[in-house]
């Protein structure tokens, strides 16, 4: 029982993390910053994906998401502009 | 502007709140799931029941043996997408690759970041190859298979690229020659292996069905399910170490041609551009 409920707290308080560093992705205007958010919440969600109990979707998660679409996206900021403007 | 924030903070929570409350509700039921659904309940109890072979897949990896065994076309198809999209990128960049001049060959060290960060790079590095290898190689006994360790493969050119420069690939033999040879070499080794039934059935005159690891009604087939009594789990291991090679090669591949500079793309189109005039 007390395993279940805290599971489940960590699972609350990991995808408000993620639902928060969605937003500041969103929101900000430097890029740069706004990938490096982007992660903590691939990072967050892999945290919730191992927790439910899917090992191998966390497994390709912690690749793709943290290591390789942020660079992609880093390569694309470095080819275009850092800031983004209205 | 600040009605708008507004507005979206308000929208924002106030989801969040309702799908928590639907949640603590357990409209969903418990959170993991405790008791398993009727498919689930098939695959748990087929996947590695030596009693039943027609349905067993020989790997204790349930997702490994629905990946690439059960629902194996999907797989397949899915690897079929994939590398379309790579082949959309090579073709996009179809240029002759920039070499070094003299001068910058003898510079080598001054490249990239500083001596510390080179050197944990490279030994990050042999530990990211280690670990890869063994998400994708026991990808039929433990939690992983060929796309997530090919996936986790591909981080080290990108910390290689960062640290020090496109050029140390390329000392490596890094390159994208070698690199669309690795990647046809996986994608070959996934329709062998996909084939690979056929070619024994037709040696021993079975039928035998494309794509099939372990035996069936009506098509007495099967890959090898142990070697040295280690569980290989017949077409899983090959078709895991060949999607491991082809999406590690392609990935690196991508990024080996997004590193190139955009000084190098603009000095093309220009020329490109007299020429034409």
Known sequence: MFETVFVEVFLAIMSTVALIFTYLAVVQKDLVKAIIFSSVESASYLLVFYLLMGPDLALAYVAIGIGIYPAVAFFLVKKTERYETE | ?277
């Open chain 2, 1 to 277: 502007m600040r009605a708008k924030t507004a507005v979206s903070l308000i929208v924002i929570i106030g989801s969040l709140l309702a799908i928590s409350y639907a949640i603590a509700a357990q409209a969903t039921g418990t959170i993991p799931q405790t008791d398993l659904r009727k498919l689930a309940d098939f695959y748990a109890q087929n996947t590695l029941n030596s009693n039943d072979k027609f349905l067993w897949s020989a790997s204790p990896e349930a997702v490994t043996a629905i990946v690439w065994d059960y629902r194996g076309f999907d797989t397949l198809f899915e690897t079929s997408v994939f590398f379309l999209a790579i082949i959309a990128c090579v073709a996009i960049f179809e240029v002759e690759m920039p070499r070094r001049s003299k001068n910058e060959k003898l510079a080598k060290q001054s490249h990239g970041l500083s001596i510390i960060v080179k050197v944990v790079t490279k030994i990050v590095g042999l530990i990211i190859i280690c670990v890869s290898a063994s998400i994708a190689l026991h990808g039929q006994l433990t939690p992983g298979g060929g796309f997530q360790g090919g996936a986790a493969l591909a981080v080290l050119p990108i910390l290689f690229i960062m640290a020090m420069s496109r050029f140390a690939l390329e000392d490596r033999r890094v390159n994208r020659n070698s690199m669309l040879i690795m990647r046809s070499l996986g994608l070959l080794g996934i329709g062998t292996t996909v084939i690979l039934p056929l070619i024994i059935g037709l040696a021993t005159h079975n039928p035998a069905y494309i794509m099939q690891n372990q035996i069936k009604p009506g098509a007495l087939v099967s890959l090898p399910s142990s070697l040295a009594d280690r569980m290989m789990g017949g077409s899983l291991w090959l078709l895991n170490l060949s999607e491991y090679l082809a999406v590690g090669a392609g990935f690196t591949l991508t990024f080996i041609l997004l590193s190139l500079p955009e000084s190098f793309f603009k000095k093309i189109l220009e020329s490109e551009k007299y020429s034409t005039h």
